[in-house]
Nanobody, 113 residues
Framework: QVQLVESGGGLVQAGGSLRLSCVAS????????MGWYRQGPGKQRELVAT??????NYADSVKGRFTVSRDNAANTVYLQMNSLKPEDTAVYLC????????WGQGTQVTVSS
């Protein structure tokens, strides 16, 4: 069973930055895709950013502000979030996929105006 553990969430003012980390319980070389989704209050889960063999994909709402990266030696995927907005407030969930897919428990990000 794969475990994904997120960290780095918190409360930040609009315009601020946070960096989320997600550590996998096994080598991240075994995952072809890793990334982040989010679920805001009363909203459906939505893709934020994914990374596959160096190729990245972003939601339009975060392009130019967020950067996803991965360090396979550390079994970790990161999400650098800059210029945060109140509408970025959500639970951010780590995601990994190979022959199956796995989710972390999530970390809360709250952006105050």
């Amino acid at each position: 069973q794969v475990q994904l553990v997120e960290s780095g969430g918190g409360l930040v003012q609009a315009g601020g930055s946070l960096r989320l980390s997600c550590v996998a319980s096994r080598s991240s070389f075994s995952f072809n895709t890793m990334g982040w989704y989010r679920q805001g209050p009363g909203k459906q889960r939505e893709l934020v950013a994914t990374i596959f063999s160096g190729w990245t994909n972003y939601a339009d709402s975060v392009k130019g502000r967020f950067t996803v990266s991965r360090d396979n030696a550390a079994n970790t995927v990161y999400l650098q979030m800059n210029s945060l907005k109140p509408e970025d407030t959500a639970v951010y969930l780590c995601y990994a996929r190979s022959y199956s897919e796995w989710w972390g428990q999530g970390t809360q990000v709250t952006v105050s105006s």
